[in-house]
């Protein structure tokens, strides 16, 4: 009797060794659907999705793995919460290490080089997607979630839910990198300056038309020479703001599509062909040069206008210190409440508390932006069937030669929990930062965007045009030599010490001369022979001829809505 009392004790304590663990996960599982609300999801859905994440993570508990990503608010809560859930959830212990923008190319560059793991996964500007698939050094997802990682790849993971899965795809079509977070740069405005009555009827009699969103540049200037220096609310204020300083991010001031916007390339979306936005011309996929002379636009009419209205506008209309400062320093600056317009915002900045609070000079009494978003002004050679604007992709990348087995198991498992509908409306909320079809389309958001919460971004990434803001896109062949190449050019206009042609000039030259010498496993640029400028702009498309003035042109905000709501 006495055994058989034993054994069942034995019974009893070994179910309830079973039963504590998976209480003590279901508890744990149930504390962090409460720290994702609001969700896309219902919470039994983000239940089942986090068990999920649970079971299927258990060949690789205790596993320690590394990441890294940009600066921005949405991988600061990534590092700080999502890594601690997953953590706790998984048994996987991420480290998330937030860097420089340039610091993460210069990362993966170099692990791509020496083949030593450094990371097992980069939030890697989808902007490099033609280096990946001309150094054949990215994972292919597509190939991935069908093989080796089907047993790790999330059922509910929905790639169709994406907006724009495209900016991480091959030539081919092949997902080589997943976005984690998009930003669009948009055109910022005082929603509430524009709309005072006092000020249109001003701008009226000053300029001959309405007071309004600009749709092109010209009309972009009047605005910014009317608004500089007004007086309102008891202060000066200026009709642009810009950054100058000599620093990476210059570059970016350019490669992020500025000369898109003005129209140096072709039409085309995703990206321009055969000229893309940054003047480089491809033939087959192969890039073939970006110097007029060789049939790319990079200081042709379009690039040197794009250049000259640049420093043009910073020189007339943006506060004096806005030449000494960075892409990091500027973000924040139309918040100062000084501001009338912003040509070139990224919206990532939109979700600083100085924004947003109910103490910001850019608010009203409850918090509530006097701002809006609206699309790019586009420049004088830009033509219908062309991107209007950037989006800058963080995406999440493997380097499939440096991250094998088990490590590339765990790290893709942590980067579709990033990603999951479970927290990705929270995430949004957080970052402002949106992947996913449901969370744009959520009610959530939806009840959101009827209080003007969001000063125009949902409504933007419902609307019809979304599309047509886009990454960098496959034809630049090497994303971190040639980048490198723009702030070094560009800077010498911001202090004077070039002209605009000749910087240009200057540019276009040398990324021919680097991409005559790179020797790639796919796609190798193959340079042509330069010919007559004359012969390029007289062709059909890009490069393009000069072209006279536009008439400037603005609609109005809220008319604008109600033709998107109606598409």
Not at 118 to 143: C, K, M, P, Q, W
Not at 216 to 235: K, P, V
Not at 439 to 464: C, M, R
Request: charged content about 25%; overall charge negative.
């Amino acid at each position: 009797m006495y055994r058989a009392w034993t054994a069942k004790i034995v019974l009893m304590l070994t179910a309830l060794a079973f039963l504590l663990p998976a209480a003590a996960q279901a508890d744990t599982i149930d504390k962090w659907i409460e720290v994702f609300q609001p969700s896309v999801l219902s919470k039994k859905e983000q239940r089942k999705e986090l068990e999920w994440f649970a079971k299927a993570a258990e060949p690789y508990k205790g596993m320690k793995i590394t990441s890294v990503a940009e600066g921005i608010n949405t991988h600061k809560w990534e590092a700080k919460v999502l890594a601690q859930a997953f953590e706790e959830i998984t048994g996987i212990k991420v480290t998330h290490d937030i860097i420089g923008e340039g610091e993460v190319v210069d990362r993966v560059q170099r692990q791509i080089q020496t083949n030593r793991k450094l990371y097992d996964i980069y939030v890697n500007d989808a902007d490099l997607i033609g280096t990946h698939l001309r150094l054949d050094s990215a994972l292919n997802f597509s190939e991935y979630i069908k093989g080796e990682g089907k047993d790790v790849t999330n059922p509910m993971l929905d790639l169709d839910d994406f907006l724009n899965l495209e900016f991480g795809q091959d030539y081919d079509g092949n997902q080589l990198q997943l976005p984690d977070q998009q930003f669009a740069n948009l055109y910022w405005f005082r929603y509430d300056w524009f709309t005072d009555p006092e000020l249109k009827k001003a701008f009226k009699e000053e300029y001959g038309y309405e007071l309004g969103v600009p749709v092109n540049w010209a009309a972009y200037e009047d605005i910014a020479e009317f608004f500089t220096g007004r007086e309102i609310d008891g202060q000066t204020v200026y009709g642009h703001m810009d950054y100058g300083k000599k620093s990476p991010s210059l570059g970016w001031r350019f490669t992020d599509a500025w000369l898109s916007i003005a129209g140096a390339g072709d039409k085309g979306l995703p990206n321009g062909m055969p000229v893309d936005e940054w003047g480089i011309r491809v033939e087959d996929r192969i890039p073939v040069g970006a110097s007029v002379e060789r049939g790319g636009a990079a200081n042709g009419p379009a690039a040197v206008y794009a250049t000259t209205k640049y420093v043009e506008w910073m020189d007339k209309y943006a506060p004096p210190d806005a030449g000494s400062m960075t892409w990091s320093e500027a973000g924040p600056t139309p918040s100062r409440g000084n501001v009338a317009q912003r040509i070139f915002q990224y919206i990532t900045w939109l979700s600083d508390p100085a924004f947003n609070s109910d103490q910001s000079p850019v608010t009203d009494a409850t918090g509530k932006p006097l701002w809006r978003v609206a699309p790019t002004p586009h420049g004088k050679y830009w033509d219908e069937g062309m991107k209007v604007g950037y989006q800058d992709a963080g995406s999440w990348t493997i380097l499939k030669n440096s991250v094998k087995g088990d490590d590339r198991a765990a790290a893709w498992l942590w980067a579709q929990f990033c990603v999951s509908k479970t927290v990705s409306l929270k995430k949004f909320i957080v970052g402002r930062t949106p992947v996913r079809k449901s969370t744009v389309f959520s009610d959530y958001l939806a009840e959101e965007e009827k209080k003007g919460t969001y000063g125009g971004i949902v409504t933007f990434y419902k609307s019809p045009v979304e599309h047509m803001w886009t990454d960098t896109g496959p034809n630049v062949p090497h994303y971190p030599l040639l980048a490198e190449q723009w702030w070094k050019h560009i800077s010498l206009v911001t202090t004077g010490d070039a002209t605009p042609q000749k910087a240009m000039d200057d540019l276009a030259y040398k990324m021919d001369e680097l991409m005559g010498r790179l020797k790639m496993p796919k796609y190798s640029p193959k340079l042509n022979p330069k010919k007559d400028r004359e012969y390029w702009l007289s062709q059909p498309g890009a490069p393009k001829p000069e072209r006279p003035d536009e008439e400037p042109k603005t609609m109005d905000y809220d008319e604008m809505l109600k033709q998107w709501k109606g598409q």
